[in-house]
């Protein structure tokens, strides 16, 4: 057990390693040639990160998954369409809870360092950035490759060792993968909920769906609606209070979504159920077995550095 979750740990610091050492070259290149501006460091940013996690991080992590053996502990339980619908009303009042967490916690930052609060970087770059642009990374690339390299890739021979240690560990390095505040919360929650999804029906194709409606939700509609609004303060009242209505109507969705969904799980939560190891001798300790496990302690470290300066920036 411990060797395995160590591997798996090592092939995500391999991730971030090499996302981030091709993302610092192709700036640099880009930089060189004289492409990158201040005119269009918003798309160019997004394209770069895009290429260097969804392209190198991702095809590289997937080889070195490939090496690993696959086990049991995924089952192939069939979940209606009235089921999921349900479930991914309880998925927004996770991801509106965490925001407000996370949120919540940064302006608790600013306040005790009397500098405000934190630049929140994703959303500068959504908002700078071209819709189209945006759709592509946001709701079709992050969602496909996310849910494999921490759903498929990982629960495929994790789960195993017990369903909810798994989808523990998941939601936690996909959490920290978001290397901010702002995104950690929400995103152990959602990745909590995608991983249970998916160890319960085996099929991939659920998680990837859930994510794209949700960072459609919140990575597109929710900033192109604050732009529709900015672009229309000039033009008078009746142009500005279109958008201010679509904006109050999509916060009284979320507040809907998050009331039914607390709802929705409290009168559910007893057919939450986890498979235990499948095997007796693949039962032990999860967390002892993760701190005998370097590669781990390495992710970890990497993260809490990476999280350490977005509360700086």
């Known amino acids: 057990m411990s060797k395995l979750y160590n591997r798996t740990s090592w092939i995500y610091v391999c991730f971030f390693v090499s996302a981030t050492a091709a993302q610092v070259l192709l700036s640099l290149l880009l ?15 997004i394209t770069v990160s895009c290429v260097s996690m969804y392209g190198v991080g991702f095809f590289l992590s997937k080889a070195l998954f490939s090496l690993l053996p696959k086990g049991g502990g995924v089952q192939q339980e069939y979940w209606s ?21 996370g949120n919540a916690m940064m302006f608790s930052v600013g306040v005790f360092t009397g500098k405000g609060m934190p630049t929140n970087q994703m959303t500068e770059l ?6 189209w642009l945006n759709l592509l990374s946001m709701v079709i690339l992050a969602p496909i490759v996310e849910e494999w390299l921490f759903r498929k890739l990982l629960l495929d021979r994790i789960a195993r060792f017990g369903q909810l240690p798994a989808v523990l560990l998941s939601a936690f390095f996909f959490a920290l993968a978001h290397g901010n505040f702002y995104q950690f919360f929400y995103a152990f929650g959602l990745g909590a909920l995608f991983a249970y999804l998916y160890v319960k029906t085996g099929k991939i194709r659920y998680p990837i769906e859930f994510h794209m409606a949700i960072n459609f939700f919140g990575g597109i509609l929710a900033p192109e609606l604050v732009k529709w609004q900015e672009r229309m303060a000039g033009r008078g009242p009746l142009f500005w209070a279109i958008p ?16 039914a969904g607390i709802v929705l799980l409290c009168c559910n939560v007893r057919q939450i159920h986890f498979l235990p190891a499948r095997e007796r ?6 967390l002892l077995a993760l701190a005998k496990s370097p590669g781990f302690w390495v992710y970890l470290l990497y993260s809490a550095v990476i999280l350490a300066r977005s509360v700086m920036v």
């Open 31 to 45: 930089r060189r040639l004289g492409l990158l501006t201040e005119e269009n460091q918003a798309w160019i940013s």
């Open 81 to 101: 369409l009235g089921k999921r619908i349900l479930y991914f009303i309880i998925c927004m009042s996770f991801m509106y809870i965490g925001n407000l967490i």
């Open 281 to 286: 001798e693949e039962r032990g300790n999860v």
């Open 126 to 131: 959504l908002m700078e950035s071209n819709v």
């Open 244 to 259: 201010m209505m679509m904006l109050a109507a999509y916060g009284l969705l979320l507040i809907g979504c998050t009331i």
